[in-house]
């Protein structure tokens, strides 16, 4: 769970976007994704997701001075049905594919009531609410998964077997914000997390089923877009190239009316709303609803910037010669 700092400094998004931005600009990329890019990872901090946020900017910035990923990408639909289609990333990162795929999808399943649409040969895409947020807001269920390269080994965790395994579930409601689950499969999972050993013990079932879900994260956003169980047999121009991205639109009119199912949603949120909180949890919400409240009120209030993100940004400017706002 991505938890706001304690210490902080406020930053307002617009400052924020333009930083981001000229630092992209700074390696090379064009004008329109170096907007994107900056658009996409502030509104990420707007919601709280810092772990996908601005402080990713160091980390793409890398990738393209270590040139492992292509910073002037030729996205392009590769293969196409009515239902179904596959996005080349061209070597650069999974932002610009994910965004068109999300798109064709909403396009397709308006058309012909569901979409499939798959996105290969590129790195991060970042956090998979972006694109099933593309596609609820067009009034679309969505599903949203990505996979990277496995470096399994022998003897390694069993939980390796899922990878990253982000994945993201949207619905539409009504006058209430978008249902949003947006979260990795293993997240308390991963080595160096501090209660592994703990989980495993005290919750085995819970840790199969995270394994279970992260491995279908692989096979539809990693073997179905290309990308190899073994690291041995792949074949990549850009070595940060190791991802894919799959995801599913349905329109909810093809099964009842829009807003009959819009109304029950809010009703299951506000019904939600009235239940106890979970242990040591202060209130009850529907995934999504902490992110679009803390969207709404740091939009105004400017965003949390913890010492540790400040002063990676404040690096990276000093570096690329690009003024920090804070």
Request: net charge negative; proline share 6%; glycine share 10%.
């Amino acid at each position: 769970m991505n938890t706001p700092p304690e210490t902080f400094i406020r930053v307002q998004a617009a400052p924020m976007e333009a930083f981001v931005k000229g630092c992209f600009l700074a390696v090379g990329m064009s004008d329109a994704h170096a907007q994107q890019m900056a658009g996409w990872l502030t509104a990420n901090d707007l919601r709280g997701v810092f772990s996908h946020g601005t402080r990713q900017t160091v980390a793409y910035v890398r990738h393209f001075q270590n040139k492992d990923l292509n910073v002037t990408p030729d996205v392009r639909v590769v293969s196409e049905t009515a239902v179904t289609a596959t996005v080349d990333g061209d070597g650069g990162l999974g932002y610009f594919p994910s965004f068109a795929a999300a798109n064709l999808a909403v396009q397709k399943a308006k058309e012909h009531g569901v979409a499939n649409v798959t996105t290969r040969n590129h790195g991060h895409f970042g956090a998979a609410g972006l694109w099933s947020r593309v596609i609820v807001n067009a009034d679309l269920i969505a599903y949203v998964t990505s996979g990277a390269q496995l470096q399994m080994r022998p003897g390694a965790p069993h939980r390796h077997a899922a990878g990253g395994s982000p994945m993201s579930f949207a619905a539409p409601a009504g006058e209430e914000p978008p249902i949003i689950a947006d979260f990795g499969a293993v997240h308390d999972l991963y080595d160096g997390e501090p209660h592994v050993k703990a989980i495993e013990m005290l919750a085995p079932s819970a840790t199969y089923r995270s394994i279970g879900l992260g491995s279908f994260c692989q096979i539809l956003g990693g073997f179905l877009c290309g990308v190899p169980s073994a690291p041995e047999r792949a074949k990549r121009t850009w070595p940060g190239a190791n991802q894919g991205s799959f995801m599913t639109a349905h329109d909810v009119s093809h099964y009842l009316p829009l807003a009959q199912f819009k109304s029950e949603v809010d009703d299951y949120i506000r019904q939600v709303r009235q239940l106890a909180p979970i242990t040591n949890q202060s209130d009850t919400e529907v995934a999504g609803g902490m992110e679009a409240r803390r969207e709404r009120q740091w939009r105004k209030e400017g965003v949390p910037i913890g010492p540790e993100h400040a002063e990676a940004l404040q690096g990276l400017g000093r570096e690329l010669g690009v003024h920090t706002p804070f």
